[in-house]
């Protein structure tokens, strides 16, 4: 059960970069901790995907 939190912030932090919804990767990689396979899965396929534009609204 800790693994949840590990992977709902580690979803959270690489969808800042990737998504205008960081919030729903972050639900969604902390319900996937319960299957780690693939919640790791999941990780690898969203800091695969390409960053937002620098200057969009949405980029930090």
Do not use: E, Q, W
């Not at 912030?9 to 396979?37: D, E, N």
């Not at 990780?43 to 534009?53: E, N, R, S």
């Amino acid at each position: 059960m800790l693994s949840i939190p590990i992977f709902a912030v580690i979803s959270y932090k690489i969808g800042k970069r990737k998504s205008t919804m960081p919030g729903v990767l972050a639900f969604v990689g902390g319900c996937l901790a319960l299957f780690p396979l693939f919640a790791l899965i999941f990780i690898a396929v969203l800091a695969l995907k390409k960053d937002l534009p620098k200057n969009s609204v949405y980029a930090h």
